[in-house]
């Protein structure tokens, strides 16, 4: 999407440096820095530090790693280690594995030759494949929205909650969450979406920026705030993102994902995940039991990032010296509490049956 | 409590300055700075401006407010304008009203000339009554905790999780939510308590630095994370305060508390309000429809205050530029979600007749 009206994605191979560049995240949106990546520690450091961060772009990273890898060392024994080596970066997200096994199973049949421009073709491939999977999960969910807009009295606007960023910066470009609203922007549909500023890491303040930047009306609230909202009828639906869905429709989504997914079912209000399928772990039926989830450092809990008054971007101390910080990083949402899935292929129920209808090539 | 020590209270008459002295909650946890309050706008400001909060210490503060200007200017018009000014500091702060009410009907009985000595009095009788009040909560959640300890194997602690700052900085003395926890500690019951971080102001931040001050186990949360610890088993109970309670047991606290309750009723895990019976208003039945919440500055959303590296306190910017923050500042837990009321008379089912039962002079 548009920066300053410039077109971007949020990764892109620079054939003239022969490099990949990102926009670091860790400074939005504060500051718009983007860098190179090229050694396979700095795409692991960049995926493991959160300088890009949400499912489809991790896997897209990690697709182009793996592409910068072949060009150096293209063998059997690379590919694996290569695997291994960027797999274990983020253990909660689905989509770093998807990618890598599709590299993998790809690369691993074609001779050591011909690996660096296939790895590098493939990576594009699972590029653009988001770009179309994302702007296709928009039009599906524009439908809720039009929906929604119908039963008002012109001019109002349909009010979204989301939690976190499930934006075109967390994907290659639209965005999972933000497409439906991207994509009612452009339809002409009056929007203003509440932005659940997302502790730890306040990714609403991304999201913030993204519709900012697009025009979309918005306003940023602390996490807190969303149930109060719902209990007096000014939310009309939530959407989100997810890292990881379950073959049943359980939803692994960041923190705090699941009290806003409460709240909705409290209040009436329906509750939306959009997710590409490829974050749908096939092997996985239980989303509280099954998902292994990432406890990250404390810092994140602790401190927090912001802009001084002087412009400079400084991480500050919010809790006492000494006190110890928690940091479960995902919750599961269950099922029960998901009124649909906006995928790529059409909007279902968050259920095994209707999961298996949607995508019949990949159920058991 | 205990600060390095010493014990205090959150707010005192100095004899020797003939001032009133409080603790300048802005700067905590990171500075400990004991300010004067003199002028009535001074006790406006540290009201309005929360360098005083909580709902009985800033009765407290009122009660002494009025006796500083009973001291310059005991007329009967004075009583009415120090009432006035002062109760519109805080709109949502039941507490607020019942002193400034309890010092007005006493003071507008006795002459002008004896109005100085007895709303001094009438303070430290508020204060006092406080302390007291806050420790037979105490004692009466103490037993819901031994409750719960006598159910566990010897020497696992009780895990308790509250919101915002219901502690002694909230009251005169022992807190409300906290005087269970610290009855507890010294019964020697092991306990660890989750502070969800309580945005915006993180007054979690204080409950964690008083909890620290006192030995107590404890982690600093974000306020998503409650949810996903009592999915997985890791709260026993949740003890919040309460800044108003309706007749009928409805719960109106810091933003954010609705979600923890909707959360804990969704794992079975007993949420409990700890209160002294001066917050409940007996004229307001219905909490989430009667109940004005406060909607306050914008800048406690899109900013956070901390700590830098060089150990000053800094408020930095959160959000993007542009970007307009919401900032409800409470939200209402309906009775629907209370497993009990902690008064100090003892604890009782979050109902009407529950609570007329208990208190039978006040209920209609």
Same sequence: chains 1, 2.
Avoid at 128 to 137: A, F, L, P, S
Avoid at 154 to 167: S, W
Avoid at 321 to 326: F, H, K, M, R, W
Wanted: charged residues 25%; negative net charge; glycine residues 8%.
């Amino acid at each position: 999407m548009k920066v300053d009206g410039t077109q971007y994605r949020s990764i892109w191979f620079d054939h003239d440096a022969n490099d990949v560049k990102i926009i670091d995240q860790r400074w939005l949106p504060h500051e718009f820095k983007i860098v190179a990546l090229e050694s396979l520690e700095e795409f692991a450091v960049a995926i493991q530090e959160m300088w890009v961060r949400g499912a489809p772009l991790i896997g897209a990273t990690a697709a182009y790693g793996m592409a910068m890898q072949m060009a150096r060392d293209p063998n059997d024994r690379s590919i694996d280690e290569t695997w291994s080596y960027l797999e274990k970066t983020r253990p909660t997200a689905i989509n770093l594995r998807w990618a890598l096994n599709r590299c993998r199973d790809a690369l691993c049949k074609i001779p050591p030759e011909s690996r660096a421009e296939a790895a590098l073709n493939l990576a594009h491939e699972i590029a653009d494949e988001d770009v179309e999977t994302n702007r296709r999960i928009g039009l599906n969910g524009l439908e809720i929205i039009k929906k929604i807009a119908a039963g008002k009295t012109a001019g109002d606007p349909v009010r979204l909650l989301t939690h976190c960023n499930a934006g075109w910066l967390a994907t290659v470009d639209w965005g999972t969450a933000t497409s439906p609203m991207y994509h009612a922007q452009e339809s002409g549909i009056p929007l203003h979406v509440w932005v659940d500023e997302t502790r730890p890491r306040n990714q609403g303040a991304l999201t913030s920026w993204e519709l900012g930047s697009h025009g979309i009306s918005h306003k940023y609230i602390v996490d807190n705030a969303g149930g109060h909202l719902m209990q007096h009828g000014l939310v009309d639906a939530v959407i989100v993102g997810t890292d990881r869905t379950t073959a049943s429709g359980d939803v692994c989504n960041k923190i705090g994902t699941y009290l806003k997914a409460l709240a909705a079912h409290d209040n009436g209000v329906p509750f939306y995940v959009a997710l590409p399928s490829s974050t749908i772990d096939w092997t996985v039926h239980n989303g509280v039991d099954e998902i292994p989830i990432e406890e990250r450092n404390e810092d994140e809990v602790t401190h927090i990032m912001g802009k001084t008054d002087n412009g400079s971007v400084a991480n500050i101390q919010v809790s006492p010296d000494g006190t110890p910080g928690g940091n479960p990083a995902f919750d599961v949402t269950p099922r029960r509490l998901v009124t649909g899935l906006i995928t790529e292929r059409g909007v279902c129920e968050a259920s095994a049956e209707a999961l298996a209808r949607m995508f019949p090539e990949n159920a058991n």
